[in-house]
């Protein structure tokens, strides 16, 4: 890489998955800002696409769990999806905030934390997200700072041919259908992101001779994250930030 991603030169990182999830709504600027409050060297996001074309911090396929609204993110403008409410559901005291767009993010906490954008419009179209993600990267200046990933190989070697510079990573399993494209994957990857029980000493120790960083999801155990740092993994994406990176300071 021409452009020296800061993702490759930081490491052991505790890495926010959707913000503090634990104890923000996820995927919001408050869950977010609790993060770096919290002391989380990156936070993890996922991307979907608006009805307009606006790149939002989104997770689920449809809008209900976290809304109570009817249809997906990709079915509406941005303007009508920032006036939803989708804190209220992690509690009274988070009524009202609304679902961010990633210039919003960046805005908030691009240049206190590292950002990992996952590219997780599964359902829709991935080259174009991962073009729209890029024109937002690129304009903020935040190339060195964000790393993609995705668990789909279509998106990450869309965002190659976009920004070869950006870092990416790829995610896998626990479920088949999700280790079947890391399995025929033929992008050029930056990271591994396997899931927590896809790990072991001998596959870190395997990655990193192949000069692979590797950030494992979603570590919430003590347990697990005392033994993934003592195996030397470079990140560990977790709902409790605060936790981790007890466990990683000794204290």
């Not at 590292?114 to 993600?133: H, K, P, T």
């Not at 479920?175 to 494209?181: E, I, M």
């Not at 993994?233 to 466990?247: C, F, K, M, N, S």
Request: aromatic fraction near 8%.
């Amino acid at each position: 890489m021409a452009l020296r991603s800061e993702w490759l030169g930081a490491a052991p990182l505790v890495i926010a998955h959707r913000g503090a999830s634990a104890y923000a709504p996820e995927n919001t600027l408050p869950a977010f800002e609790q993060a770096a409050a919290l002391g989380a060297d990156a936070v993890e996001l996922d991307a979907k696409l608006t009805r307009d074309g606006h790149v939002v911090a989104f997770h689920d396929r449809t809008l209900r769990r976290t809304t109570g609204v009817e249809g997906t993110p990709g079915a509406l403008d941005v303007t009508r999806l920032a006036q939803l409410d989708a804190g209220s559901w992690k509690g009274p005291a988070f009524r009202g905030v609304g679902i961010p767009t990633l210039e919003a993010v960046f805005e908030t906490v691009g240049r206190r934390l590292l950002v990992n954008v996952e590219l997780s419009d599964y359902w829709g179209d991935g080259r174009r997200l991962a073009q729209r993600v890029v024109d937002v990267v690129c304009r903020f200046g935040m190339e060195r700072r964000v790393l993609l990933s995705s668990f789909d190989s279509a998106a990450l070697a869309a965002a190659r041919q976009h920004a070869p510079d950006i870092a990416r990573g790829h995610l896998f399993g626990p479920t088949a259908l999700t280790y079947r494209d890391w399995l025929r994957r033929r992008v050029p990857v930056d990271a591994v992101h396997p899931h927590v029980t896809r790990v072991t000493a001998q596959r870190i120790e395997a990655w990193h001779r192949r000069g692979r960083r590797v950030h494992v999801y979603t570590v919430l155990d003590e347990g697990q994250m005392r033994r993934l740092w003592a195996w030397g993994v470079d990140g560990l994406i977790t709902d409790v930030p605060d936790v981790a990176r007890r466990v990683r300071d000794g204290r």
